[in-house]
């Protein structure tokens, strides 16, 4: 895990890998190096969980049933961003 | 009392004299007069004519069951009459159905008449819901039977992720429902991706869509985290189809967890109770599938404190311990220049090193003392040295004579000696080498020398052609050396033997 891209992780395992290493640092059975090592993944993760948490956008998909029966997933509208309420 | 006769009944027990005889004091002569007791008993046997009747009625003011018997007593009423009734114990413990007030149901019985007050009661023998009441009551019915089954045991509820990164929608695509969810959670977190997927949720056949929905929104690939089972709210007749005994099955049945927000929040459905979470709305069922964006943006300010925490002390301990270290060593070191340098100092004290020139005078001195003595000593011994001489000087001419003598004598002597010693080792030289001279000319090796060889057999030294047989080692020795063989032949007389 530790050598996947960052970009390449979802939300959730990108911020469990930072829960890893902040225990495995806080634990204090690491070597210095190895610390150094996983304190820098570990601001990069931070990084970039924060932008994709202040850029997030609603995905909305729509399962819909084509002629063959078969499922397929197309994309769907997004909640509105006005704040009225629908009710 | 000519209208009693409403049933039609024309002969009544009573009209025999002998029928009544306990009728007591009332009992006059005029037969339409009757006592109390025949009054109750004919009211009775009239009531009793009756077939069992069924009765629509609203319970109030029920009591019961009561004791060990288990009676139960109420009336049933509705908009301008009520009606007492009584169930036996027996019937109600038999029924699947609870009475309560306020319920409307479906009573069958007949009226009674009770001797001792003369009331008329409504005997129960079998009791139903109606409508609504039917259908909660099977609604109850159903939910009982799945729970026996275990359906809603805690134990079997899946746990749903507290995060919910890929999230299915079922519900039906056209009503508010659906925007009411991508609207909370755009709303709440953004992060979460929204899957819908459409089916009916009221009307005939919306059982079977939306377990066919169910089944689809599972089969997504990748899985979602969780399916959200929701709807608006309704009539309790709307929410039928969320009673369903298939879908609840369907619902309980469902590889990927299910959350349900049906309808409002005292409404609750056989399929919320089977869900693996129950909201008591459609948003709230959005809401409970992941932490608002604000939480994970608190978490996340949490965990980068913890991070620049936690290697602060990695480093701060790394630090400690190497200050820990310098120390050690430091000490270690002071220890030991501490121990040299007292080692040094006692050193130092020793008098040798104090006062070094000490020694030296303390020699010199006694030097000088020894030499102080010596001279003394050789003044005293030359003193005496010289008496002595001056003694010995007075006799020595004298001396020098009586040695002339006897040192002539010795001379002599030793002239003599000389020349008798060389006249013996003279004559024993020769005699000597002339024997000499005899041995040599004797020697066999001198024989050898002149040509002549000897054999040998095993024995020794060969004298006769006859100590050899052929096949014997045979040896033979020259002036310069030796040979040997095995002897081939014998000739005994002149012929010669040869290797």
Not at chain 2, 145 to 161: C, Q, S, V, Y
Not at chain 2, 226 to 249: K, P
Request: include cysteine; charged fraction near 25%; hydrophobic fraction near 40%.
């Amino acid at each position: 895990m530790a050598d996947t891209k960052i970009e390449d992780l979802s939300y959730k395992e990108a911020s469990q890998e930072l829960e890893r290493i902040i225990r495995a640092l806080e634990s204090g059975d690491m070597e210095l190096e190895q610390s150094l090592e996983s304190y820098t993944r570990g601001v990069a993760l931070v990084k970039s969980l924060r932008e994709r948490l202040d850029n997030a956008e609603q995905q909305v998909k729509i399962l819909v049933k084509d002629m063959d029966g078969s499922d397929t997933l197309v994309a769907g509208e997004a909640a509105s961003t006005d704040d009225a309420l629908s009710i | 009392m000519s209208g009693w006769n409403l049933t039609g009944i024309s002969a009544a027990p009573w009209e025999h004299p002998g029928a009544a005889p306990s009728a007591g004091a009332a009992a006059e002569d005029d037969p339409n007069i009757l006592s109390v007791t025949q009054a109750v008993k004919l009211a009775g046997a009239t009531l009793d004519e009756l077939p069992p009747i069924t009765v629509l009625g609203e319970v109030s003011g029920f009591r019961g069951p009561y004791g060990a018997r288990g009676h139960c007593y109420f009336q049933i009423k509705d908009e301008s009459s009520s009606l007492e009734c009584i169930i036996w114990g027996g019937v109600y413990k038999a029924s699947p159905y609870e009475l309560k007030n306020g319920l409307k149901m479906r009573f069958t019985g007949k009226f009674e008449v009770y001797a001792r007050t003369g009331k008329m009661s409504f005997t129960i023998s079998r009791f139903e819901p109606v409508g609504e009441g039917l259908l909660r009551q099977q609604v109850a019915a159903l939910a009982e039977k799945l729970r026996r089954e275990g359906l809603m045991d805690e134990a079997r509820k899946r746990p749903i992720p507290a995060f919910c990164t890929r999230v299915a929608v079922v519900t039906s695509l056209s009503g508010a429902v659906i925007d009411d969810v991508k609207r909370t959670l755009r709303r709440r977190n953004p992060l979460v991706e929204l899957i819908c997927v459409g089916s009916r949720v009221q009307g005939e056949g919306a059982e079977a869509e939306l377990i066919e929905a169910l089944g689809r929104a599972a089969a997504i690939e990748p899985a979602p985290d969780c399916i959200l089972l929701v709807r608006g709210g309704g009539s309790f007749e709307d929410l039928m189809t969320f009673n369903d005994e298939a879908l609840a099955r369907a619902v309980a049945a469902s590889p990927v967890p299910v959350v349900t927000g049906i309808g409002h929040e005292p409404d609750t459905s056989i399929c919320d109770m089977v869900s693996d979470r129950r909201c008591s709305t459609p948003t709230a069922a959005a809401e409970s599938v992941a932490p608002a964006a604000t939480e994970l943006a608190e978490l996340l300010r949490t965990r980068e404190h913890r991070l620049a925490t936690a290697m602060a002390s990695a480093t701060g301990e790394a630090a400690s311990e190497l200050a820990r270290a310098s120390e050690r060593a430091t000490h270690a070191i002071e220890a030991r220049l501490s121990r040299e340098a007292l080692a040094l100092r006692v050193l130092a004290e020793r008098p040798c090193l104090r006062r070094p020139d000490e020694t030296v005078l303390r020699r010199a001195s006694e030097l000088e003392q020894s030499a102080d003595r010596l001279e003394a000593a050789m003044a005293r011994g030359q003193e005496r040295l010289r008496s002595s001489l001056e003694r010995l000087l007075v006799r020595f001419p004298a001396g020098e004579s009586l040695l002339a003598t006897p040192r002539a004598d010795l001379a002599r002597a030793s002239e003599r000696l000389v020349r008798a010693g060389r006249g013996v080792c003279d004559a024993r030289s020769s005699e000597l080498a002339r024997q000499a001279a005899s041995l040599d000319a004797l020697s066999p090796l001198k024989v050898l020398a002149r040509g002549y060889a000897i054999a040998y057999d095993g024995e020794g030294v060969a004298t006769s052609a006859g100590s050899f047989a052929p096949g014997d080692a045979l040896r033979v020795r020259f002036a310069d050396g030796e040979v040997s063989g095995t002897v081939s032949a014998v000739a005994p007389a002149a012929a010669s033997a040869g290797a």
